[in-house]
């Protein structure tokens, strides 16, 4: 037997348009944790989707070799049969169904052809939850656990598939410290047992602390492995690898001139909407007038939720936190005072929550601007498509007219749609949640003249990114966000990637 | 900076021809590509006219002309104006993403409410008008609580509606019709205008009022016309809007020599055509109408573009019942009694008006007219089938296909534009 349990050679994997995955290779020993990093969008979860069959073979490129057989797995059930299992991000167990029915769902117990046997089902359900450590009736639905208690389901639920290399995607990025501390401390019992695991982390702390080997991956391509036992690795060192790429001259030219302060959040708190933890935790940040600042943090951070909550309490559960615009506390306690207030947030997600892709461009560009389209509730249609016409123009979007369907449009046109939508309502201040997300190199130079236009005229512009080449080109000065807090400010002028990272990779413990 | 990008894919890819039910297409538009999607984009909206001419023909032939004769044309109007009155109100519902079940026991309750008030109390008729339409906003109010405030589905909020409003009505009733209202009541929905003017053999009043309206539509179009020119926004070339305007003229005013030729102008037709302009106009033309839409088509969008949706759902059902209520007087006034069972499964009647008229199921699209086309679709089928003397069980089997059949296209256009939610 090799000594390797895994070994993933040349995996290369495109989407159409991108490549996701280029040259990869990966080598895990057998019984060790083996840690992946890298940055949001480095091809991470891609390769753990290619080796657990959700991208079956033919799909790409390059080869798997279990215990040094070529394997081609079909699919899930395929990589199952030979122990492989993935645990996704999102927990994928139906909250109306007992433990023991998720434990076995798709792998039931039975007794006689199609039936099942109960006693079975909830006595090896029951074991399999004493190996992970909970004390929970099998008979208990799903949904009355906690985020933690459902990820110990999950790994049960491996365990009944006899499972020999677990992958776990992200496994603590929605659980408490105690709950981390109780999954990392099962990690290691399950090594114990002869359980290879791969994890997927953003928290390097963990990773310093329970891997065995740490791969880095950086822009869909293999940049090192490293072996943690060997060596003292430190945080820094793998944050060197995560983030080492030049940042290019693909952001256009912009001469800072900040004017007035335009927004002030003061000490932000915001609970999660269902469950009981805080997303955002005492965050602070201002931007002035004719200034991009940037906002820097990594899955999980609580960037999105700080935004949203700022703009109109759109998200979560507000808790505390003060808001100024020009010096002047006010409330924006939903979404119309928010824009009453001058106030734009353009979503990370533009398919789900900033576009009505069914509609046309003209309806989509003045869809939060129809009052002021409007006489006594009458709307101007000729005035709104002459607007929709100039958007059109001066936002370059490629489109035949204005009364093509957004749903049709590529996504960087699509980004400008919406952009054009806040930027008709006039707003002083624009939250940008990842302006450039899923679109491709040209569009995202036009997204940033745009934004550079916007401050030129005197707009305060607030950049959410994963990417922080892009921060880093954009701003002016850059927050750092780490688990719901602001953990740095500093200015993009001398900032460095590395400084950047260290800062959005602060845990609570650590923090000075 | 450079733009060296080659032509983005969204200009090959967004003519695919789902530009929707709302009409006016093409407007600021150019080159070829442009006209293709004029006319692929109007496809569904056209093809519902089309077919409405195409079953208006097969019938009209099938039944030796007696389906377009004077009399049945105004019958027609008569005994479906409170359908299209409610499907006024489903499709404004049904864009919203909403659906309403209950409008056909709203419709006996307002009924029987305005025969107490005015056949048992003996209160003057326009009191029973008054009483009709507050029981309608209030049902419609109380739908719109529990679907906007409270956040349960519409579907069920109005299932329930239904029983209640339908068990109500019996209540109000003690379980008996009651009959019959006093002549200003019944000449709602049966009486008419003529012979104000004379005429000879037709009503002239009739044609004047309707020569009229054609003036006047052909003068707003000429006016939307102009104020787009001076917008400097793409019309239609002249010859091509004259002849959209004589073809209007022609149909209209060939249907006002039927009606003429008949009783005269029914005062039914005069609210029907009031309440679609207006609602044409509201769904197209106001912010109301335009944020019903936009809810329709993405919720979470809506909501953070500052649509106040639960407003916005509160008032569409408060909407609807107001315009049950007026469907109520209108039915009631037709029996000229208010019976326990009236307006059974009127809801599904309107409800396949609106789809068939190119409502999508998801939201987000339809049109007043359309639904309008849509009711009418199925007034010319059941009238036609009945004249033709087909046996019940068989036109409800055809009428339940040509509603599959209408959703099923829509359903295959979408997929075809490859819009996918």
């Known amino acids: 037997m090799s000594e390797n349990i895994l070994e993933m050679r040349a995996i290369t994997k495109t989407f159409p348009g991108v490549k996701a995955l280029e040259d990869v290779s990966l080598a895990v020993r057998r019984g060790e944790i083996h840690a992946i990093c890298g940055e949001n969008g480095a091809g991470k979860s891609t390769l753990m989707k290619v080796l657990s069959g959700v991208y ?312 939060a601007g129809l009052r002021k389209l409007s006489r006594r509730g009458w709307v101007n249609r000729h005035e709104e498509v002459k607007v929709a016409e100039e958007s059109r123009r001066s936002m370059r979007i490629k489109a035949p007219g204005v009364m093509s369907v957004v749903g049709g449009l590529s996504g960087g046109n699509q980004q400008k749609v919406v952009l054009s939508k806040w930027v008709y309502t006039d707003p002083d201040v624009l939250i940008l949640d990842e302006p450039t997300r899923g679109i491709d190199v040209g569009a995202k130079v036009e997204i940033y003249t745009i934004i550079n236009k916007l401050v030129a005229a005197g707009k305060a512009v607030v950049v959410i990114s994963s990417e922080l080449p892009e921060l880093l080109g954009v701003c002016d000065r850059i927050y750092t966000l780490a688990e719901g807090r602001t953990t740095g400010e500093l200015p993009a002028r001398g900032a460095s990637q590395e400084r950047l990272m260290q800062l959005m990779t602060q845990e609570k413990d650590t923090a000075r | 900076m450079s733009h060296t990008t080659a032509p983005d894919p969204g200009t090959a890819r967004s003519d695919a021809g789902a530009s929707t039910g709302q009409q006016g297409g093409g407007a600021g538009s150019r080159g070829p590509l442009a006209h293709l999607q004029a006319l692929t984009g109007n496809l569904r909206q056209s093809g519902i006219f089309l077919a409405f001419v195409a079953i208006v023909a097969l019938f009209a032939v099938a039944t030796d002309g007696v389906l377009l004769s004077p009399t049945n044309v105004t019958n027609l109007v008569l005994q479906y104006s409170y359908i299209l009155v409610l499907a006024i109100g489903m499709v404004i519902v049904i864009i919203a993403g909403h659906i309403d079940l209950s409008v056909g026991s709203v419709v006996a309750l307002t009924g029987a409410v305005s025969a107490v008030v005015v056949i048992q109390g003996g209160a003057p008729w326009p009191v029973g008008v008054a009483a009709a339409l507050a029981v309608g906003i209030a049902v419609g109010a109380w739908h719109g609580f529990w679907v906007a405030q409270v956040g349960i589905p519409a579907f069920i909020v109005t299932l329930a509606g239904m029983l209640l409003f339908r068990g109500l009505t019996l209540r109000v009733l003690d379980n008996v019709s009651l009959s019959p209202f006093p002549d200003g009541y019944s000449a709602i929905a049966s009486g008419f205008i003529n012979g104000l003017l004379g005429g000879n053999g037709y009503d002239a009043f009739t044609l004047l009022v309707f020569a009229l309206g054609v003036a006047g539509f052909a003068v707003a179009a000429l006016r939307t016309r102009r104020t787009r020119q001076g917008y400097g926004q793409q019309v239609e070339s002249l010859p091509l809007f004259a002849l959209k305007i004589v073809l209007v003229a022609a149909v209209t005013m060939g249907f006002a020599w039927l009606i003429a030729n008949s009783r005269g102008l029914p005062v039914v037709l005069i609210i029907l055509a009031v309440l679609i302009i207006t609602y044409a106009l509201i769904t197209k033309n106001t912010v109301f109408g335009r944020q019903v839409y936009a809810l329709g088509g993405n919720l979470s969008a809506a909501r953070l573009s500052g649509v106040n949706t639960r407003n916005i759902n509160f008032w569409v059902f408060v909407n609807m019942g107001f315009l049950s209520g007026v469907a109520g007087v209108i039915y009631s006034s037709r029996s000229n009694s208010a019976q326990p069972n009236a307006g059974n499964m009127f809801e599904l009647d309107a409800i396949a008006a609106a789809f068939i008229g190119g409502a999508a199921v998801t939201g987000g699209v339809g049109t007043v007219v359309g639904a309008m086309v849509g009711g009418l679709i199925m007034a010319v089928m059941s009238n036609g089938m009945q004249l033709l003397s087909i046996d019940q069980s068989t036109q409800s089997v055809v009428r339940g296909l040509v509603l599959l059949a209408a959703v099923a296209f829509d359903v295959y256009t979408k997929k075809r534009a490859g819009i996918t939610r």
């Not at chain 1, 699919?75 to 909250?95: K, T, Y």
């Open chain 1, 56 to 367: 079956p073979a033919g799909t790409y490129e390059g080869e798997i070799l279990l215990d040094g057989e070529p394997q081609r797995f079909s699919g899930i059930r395929d990589s199952e049969q030979h122990g492989v299992v993935i645990i996704h991000q999102e927990l994928a167990l139906i909250p109306h169904l007992s433990v023991a029915e998720n434990i076995f769902l798709g792998n039931e117990r039975l007794s006689v052809r199609g039936v099942v046997d109960w006693n079975r089902t909830n006595a090896e359900a029951g074991e399999l939850l004493r190996r992970v450590g909970l004390r929970e009736n099998p008979i208990t639905p799903v949904g009355q656990l906690g985020v933690g208690k459902q990820q110990l389901v999950e790994i049960a639920k491996a365990l009944s598939k006899d499972v020999r290399l677990l992958i776990l995607d992200e496994p603590t990025a929605a659980l408490n410290d105690d709950d981390s501390e109780h999954l990392l401390g099962l990690l290691r019992q399950l090594r114990e047992q002869g359980i290879t695991c791969i994890i997927i982390s953003h928290k390097l702390g963990e990773i310093t602390a329970v891997a065995d080997a740490t791969t880095i991956i950086r822009d869909g391509r293999t940049i090192e492995t490293l072996d943690m036992r060997a060596d003292e690795i430190s945080q820094e060192r793998i944050i060197r690898g995560m983030v080492g790429r030049e940042l290019g001259d693909r952001f256009p030219e912009r001469t800072s001139t900040p004017g007035e302060e335009v927004l002030r959040v003061e000490g932000w708190t915001v609970r999660h909407p269902v469950q009981d933890r805080l997303v955002v935790d005492d965050a602070s940040f201002t931007v002035r007038a004719g200034e991009v600042v940037g906002i820097a943090g990594l899955m999980g951070a609580g960037r999105t939720e700080l935004a949203m909550s700022v703009f109109g309490r759109s998200y979560g559960k507000y808790v505390s936190g003060k808001l100024y615009l020009h010096g002047q506390e006010v409330q924006a306690r939903s979404v119309q005072e928010a824009i009453a207030h001058r106030m734009a947030y353009a979503t990370e997600d533009r398919k789900t929550f900033g576009l009505n892709l069914i509609d046309d461009i003209r309806g989509n560009v003045s869809a």
